[in-house]
């Protein structure tokens, strides 16, 4: 079975410094692995995914995340914080028998300070 | 393009009150779910659907029906509300589920407070 760890529910950078959200898996297949961001009072939106191939995978408004085997682990970073960037990101692993079928982790809330 | 489309955005029951929360896409995609996200737990699958006609469960199914008679709309029925039906309630839908065209697209939530 597929399950999705997000260490940490709050995490608060300053503007600039480097941005990181953990978020370790398990699952019983090859994963597919997603990161999406929640905006306050909006839906949610695909940041980043990895299926196959290149382990970094780079995604939207300056954000990339790593596929570590090894680690069971694909974490989100981004080198500069902006003040946009506050939100709820969400990592998430589909099921298998299903793409997009997905299961989520708890979500990180990012808070971005001056 | 709307996208996908969710109705009502706030709604307030009684406990044992019935409702349809509607979902629509407008987008041609087959795929169609519906997750609620509770504070601390994510987002959970309700009910999938392939197409129309063609629906399944997911994790948390129970009190919850389904069905597709369109490929544009997907409606989510409460029949009978309770108190852990609170909650915040997605609506999601993607051209396929293949790694190529299987990006969800989600609406904007129907927030659900049962009394």
């Known amino acids: 079975a597929q399950s999705v760890t997000q260490l940490g529910s709050h995490v608060s950078v300053s503007e600039g410094a480097l941005v990181l959200l953990r978020c370790n898996y398990s699952?019983?297949?090859?994963?597919?692995l997603f990161w999406y961001v929640q905006y306050p009072n909006q839906g949610l939106q695909l940041l980043l995914k990895?299926?196959?191939?290149?382990?970094l995978v780079k995604g939207i408004n300056g954000f990339e995340a790593e596929f570590k085997k090894s680690e069971t682990s694909f974490h989100l970073t981004k080198p500069s914080a902006h003040m946009s960037d506050a939100a709820e990101y969400f990592c998430?692993?589909?099921?298998?028998?299903?793409?997009?079928?997905?299961?989520f982790g708890a979500g990180t809330r990012l808070a971005v300070h001056p | 393009n709307a996208g996908v489309t969710q109705t009502p955005k706030f709604q307030v029951l009684k406990t044992g009150q019935s409702m349809t929360l509607q979902c629509a896409q407008d987008?041609?995609?087959?795929?169609m779910s519906w997750y609620r996200q509770d504070p601390g737990m994510g987002l959970r699958l309700i009910h999938y659907?392939?197409?129309?006609?063609?629906?399944d469960q997911g994790e948390v199914p129970n009190g919850y029906n389904v069905s597709r008679s369109t490929t544009e709309d997907f409606p989510l029925r409460l029949l009978s509300a309770a108190p852990s039906q609170t909650s915040v309630y997605f609506c999601?839908?993607?051209?396929?589920?293949?790694?190529?065209?299987?990006?969800?697209?989600f609406g904007p939530g129907t927030r659900l407070t049962v009394t």
């Open positions: 999601a839908s993607s051209y396929s589920d293949t790694p190529e065209f299987g990006e969800q697209y």
């Open positions: 699952s019983s297949v090859p994963p597919y």
């Open positions: 990895y299926t196959t191939g290149a382990t």
């Open positions: 998430a692993v589909s099921r298998s028998g299903g793409y997009n079928k997905l299961i």
């Open positions: 987008m041609n995609h087959e795929y």
């Open positions: 659907s392939v197409g129309a006609g063609i629906t």
